[in-house]
């Protein structure tokens, strides 16, 4: 069963960056079927897309956060990761990582959560 | 602003049926396949439903979802105190290139 677990900072000043690693057990991040992706979820509010990775390298970002995000992979390491930088208030949210179909992009497999707070 | 549009609270009682909507464009739910989220309170999403109807393994048939040109629906029989929860929508958006949600529905089980 493949289980995914985030880990980084919970503390994030604003204008920092922040960092996240998910790690991928009992399946690999270079299965060529699935996307590799970030979902954050504000306080009190619904989900938003970050981006996704495929372990070839290739990603895709939500546009709203292009600029600033940056989503790699580490096949040797069976993880995947998450830099935002420029960080606001704003960023403030539970943020998850996720398995999403390569195809039809549904998210069948998500880690736990992990909350980021930005603030100084 | 959500792409994708549900209503932010639904209520029922145990036993009945209940019906969550989700409403987009062609661009959205009219052209690509729609996915369904259960949160449950202080935990991760879980996927519910894909492909418009296909229920993962271990989900009851108590769930089904369907689509209809820009619309989609998550409908729900024999609602049980543990279906409460927050439900999400969500699919591709080929405008956009990217995954869209809607903001998430509240249900409530009296």
């Known amino acids: 069963q493949v289980r995914l677990q985030e880990s980084g900072p919970g503390l994030v000043k604003p204008s920092e960056t922040l960092s996240l690693t998910c790690t991928v057990s009992?399946?690999?991040?270079?299965?060529?079927?699935?996307?590799w992706g970030w979902i954050r979820q504000p306080p009190g509010k619904g989900l938003e897309w970050i981006g996704y990775?495929?372990?070839?390298?290739?990603?895709n970002c939500n546009p709203s956060l292009k600029s600033r995000v940056t989503i790699s992979v580490d096949t040797s390491e069976n993880q995947f990761s998450l830099k935002l930088s420029s960080v606001t208030a704003a960023d403030t949210a539970v943020y998850y990582c996720?398995?999403?179909?390569?195809?039809?992009?549904?998210?069948?497999?998500w880690g736990k959560g992990t909350t980021v707070t930005v603030s100084s | 602003q959500s792409v994708l549009t549900q209503p932010p609270s639904m209520s029922a009682a145990p036993g009945q049926k209940v019906t969550i909507s989700c409403s987009g464009s062609?661009?959205?739910?009219?052209?690509?396949?729609v996915s369904w989220y259960q949160q449950l309170p202080g935990t991760a999403p879980k996927l519910l439903v894909s492909?418009?109807?296909k229920r993962p393994s271990g989900i009851p048939d108590r769930f089904s979802g369907s689509k209809s040109g820009t619309s989609a629906t998550l409908v729900i029989t024999g609602l049980q105190t543990g279906d409460e929860a927050d439900y999400h929508c969500?699919?591709?958006?080929?405008?956009?290139?990217?995954?869209?949600f809607g903001g998430g529905t509240k249900l409530t089980v009296l």
């Open positions: 492909d418009n109807n």
């Open positions: 990775i495929h372990y070839s390298g290739s990603t």
């Open positions: 996720a398995r999403s179909d390569y195809y039809y992009y549904y998210l069948d497999v």
């Open positions: 969500g699919t591709w958006d080929s405008s956009l290139s990217a995954v869209v």
């Open positions: 062609s661009s959205n739910i009219g052209n690509n396949y």
């Open positions: 009992g399946g690999s991040v270079s299965s060529g079927s699935y996307y």
